[in-house]
């Protein structure tokens, strides 16, 4: 695909686009002589398009500029508009940072989530991007190849050959509780494969817009789109309330560039950006939005997109060599920052949703996860991270155990057997929630045995094994709960 620059009025800058190519697309009842029509008076070639809109994309002569051709067909009576092929990339920054932890998962609370639902082989989340590598043994069987398509070759195969896709794979659906590599985020979603991103991790505008409409004829309730641009494509958002009109929730990343030296990219990128589509942010493990993360009023929520440990290629994909955009790991994992890694979390969280309320509206879901986000800069939606961090667990109607009294915790539930990988979580009373807790376990004779301290800093989780992962023994042991609060004692039993 050769790209080139055009000046957009709008951004006072250019911008990239596919090169000789514009988009056009016919009013209803306009006839195949008409267009052929106004193509042969200009020397132009009708490639192909998006039938189900009645758009074309149009081949330009040699002596022709896409300016000058948009200026033509926007004035034609038969047209009801004409844009650029825009570019749309992935929104990755790779690195080869070596933490071993999912912290991600747990900072959005997935365990107290997964007590309610899991999402199953019948909730379906596309994905738009550089395909995913369907023979990861962590994704093998999460993923539907009947139902994938590759629209940058044209075929049924959308295997990745980049490895942007099998990281966002993986968050949204690794194979979950099957002692092997990472959890996704919905445990077990049914994901379709749709590449719309070529091996550098670009894609056009015109194949976005064919991606949505097959996802949602695909029987997908959930579309996750870790990729954009910084132009509004009418097209696209054609597209995209097609899927709105289906039910269907559209989400796509915010966009990579606040931190590039150039705050006219600071902006949230389309089709983040547009009404139908949520738009999501990146946040690190502090709770602190990634410098990098684009920020404005589209911006609806924020979930972890720092050193995000996923699925990936266990070889290079794309052969690119060591500059190129490829996410790959001999390991078959690997970590990797960017808005693109923070939709997909907000995705598997939506798949929770439909698991349980399969026929939720994009306005329930809207509802439930801006409502129960958790605040990072001023109370209710801001500029910088919308409405806030996701909460898996509050979004699908988890409840916390009351905890009233004064400086106590209760834990539950007690006694629980670890043999059969039950856990017990201790909950603190709401004078102690703060924004850290550590709890230390000992046993009777006064030895600590154990030492946590929980990304999500309301509960902690225990699954009855040592520091050094041995199980301990049956019996009672002792804890101590400790936040920026104050702290709080307690028991537990083992009991197998």
Sequence with gaps: MQKSRFYSQKLNKSVEVVKDEIVVVYKQGTTKAQKKGMLSKMNHQNKGGLEKFNAEVVTLSDNMSVETALEYYSHQPEVEFAEPNYIRKMFVIPNDTSYNSQWGVKKIDCPSAWEITKASWSVKVAIIDTGINYLHPDLAGSVDTSLGYDFVNDDSDAMDDNGHGTHVAGIISAMTNNNRGVAG?????????????????????????????????????VINMSLGGEMLSNLERIAIDYAYNNGVICIAAAGNFADDGDPTNDFVMFPAALPHAIAVGASDSENQRAGFSNYGSELDIMAPGVEIYSTVPPTNPGGLGNDSMDIWHSDGYEYSDGTSMASPFVAGVVALIFSYEPNATFASVYEKITS??????????????GYGLINAASAVGYTVPAVVKESVAVNSPNPFNPANGQTTRIYLSDNLKGVSLTVRIYNLAGQQVRTIEPDYPTSAEWDGKNDTGELVSDGVYLYVAETDKGKVKGKLMIAR
Excluded: F, M, Q
């Excluded at 919905?186 to 590449?195: D, E, Q």
């Excluded at 129960?372 to 991270?385: E, N, Q, S, V």
């Design 372 to 385: 129960t986000a958790i605040d990072l800069d001023t109370p209710g939606k801001d500029l910088y991270t």
């Design 185 to 221: 985020v919905s445990w077990g979603a049914r994901l379709i494969p749709i590449k719309a991103l070529d091996n550098e991790g670009s894609g056009a505008s015109i194949a976005i817009s064919s991606c949505v409409p097959y996802a949602v004829d695909a029987g997908a309730k």
